[in-house]
């Protein structure tokens, strides 16, 4: 069976097409988990009216992202999962494509497929991105990760105290041994509107103090993980969160200097450093968004 995890805070305007997107799916057993968290406009309501057999409902006071998600992954019950918020779409029909690469693996062994997904917004500035542009590769990111259950023992709990549950699946992604496959198919709607807890066409100042609090995932990574890393694993982590530092000081002549970082995770680290180069990457956002 499938899993779908989903955390959801204030999402009565789209939540019904989240869970349209996934019940309509035949080619395997599925269920979704939907963890309200403390929504006040009426979400959980509307999961409710629904009706929906496969559907889920838990609610709690409001504990956060992070722990919300690690409450679907607790209270789940399937063999593979994936991710979504309540305000994207998954593609049905690309479902089976994503899981089926796990399903090949032995449910020891931690494995998870990346697809793409494809931006849609009321905005034309950020409507129609397919991403990551490289059309052999998935995307490195929650809502585009399916996963088996081998995998999600390893990456949860997320802690809770982490500003989105992104950041740390990835950093498991890169540094724990796990099985990845591409399927670069795009899998996932994602919507961008006003109210994304990560905001786009914000202010220089809070764009650089959200990057910021997304960062500290590698701190409880190294943490809880630092002992399982070889030693060029932790060189690696250590420098590309050194680059998160100089672009958080704004430090933009240091940043292209840092070894062991990919050319281009240092470029998209400098077009945030400075209000001046934010400015530009927003001008250019599609050129500039993904890889």
């Not at 309200?36 to 309501?45: A, C, I, L, R, V």
Request: aromatic share 12%; with cysteine; proline share 4%.
């Amino acid at each position: 069976m499938i899993s779908f995890l989903m955390s959801v805070k204030n999402e009565a305007r789209y939540i019904k097409d989240a869970l349209d997107s996934i019940v309509c799916i035949a080619s395997s057993p599925i269920e979704v988990i939907v963890v309200d968290d403390g929504s006040n406009d009426g979400t959980p309501e509307v999961v409710e009216s629904l009706g929906y057999s496969s559907v889920k409902l838990f609610r709690t006071a409001g504990i956060g992202k992070a722990a919300a998600f690690s409450l679907a992954f607790e209270k789940a019950a399937g063999d593979y999962f994936i991710l979504i918020a309540g305000d994207d779409c998954i593609v049905p029909d690309v479902v089976e494509a994503r899981v089926s690469p796990l399903r090949q693996v032995a449910v020891s062994e931690p494995a998870l497929s990346l697809c793409k997904l494809q931006s849609f917004s009321e905005s034309k500035k950020y409507d129609g991105m397919i991403l990551p542009k490289n059309k052999s590769l998935g995307l490195e990111s929650g809502g585009c990760m399916a996963f088996n259950k081998a995998f999600g023992r390893l990456a949860f709990p997320i802690p809770a105290m982490l500003a989105n549950e992104d950041s740390w699946l990835v950093l498991h992604a890169r540094f724990s041994r796990v099985a990845k496959f591409q399927v670069p198919l795009i899998g996932l709607f994602y919507r961008i509107h006003s109210e994304n807890s990560y905001r786009r066409g914000a202010s220089f100042d809070v764009v650089n103090s959200q990057m910021w609090a997304r960062q500290k995932a590698a701190f409880y990574f190294i943490e809880e993980h630092g002992e399982s890393l070889s030693g060029e694993q932790r060189r690696k982590l250590l420098f590309e969160f050194s680059v998160h530092v100089l672009r958080y000081l704004g430090a933009s002549s240091l940043i292209l200097l840092v070894p062991c970082v990919p050319f281009m995770s240092k470029i998209k680290a400098l077009f945030h450093s400075k209000a001046s180069l934010y400015f530009f990457r927003e001008k250019f956002y599609k050129f500039f968004s993904g890889r």
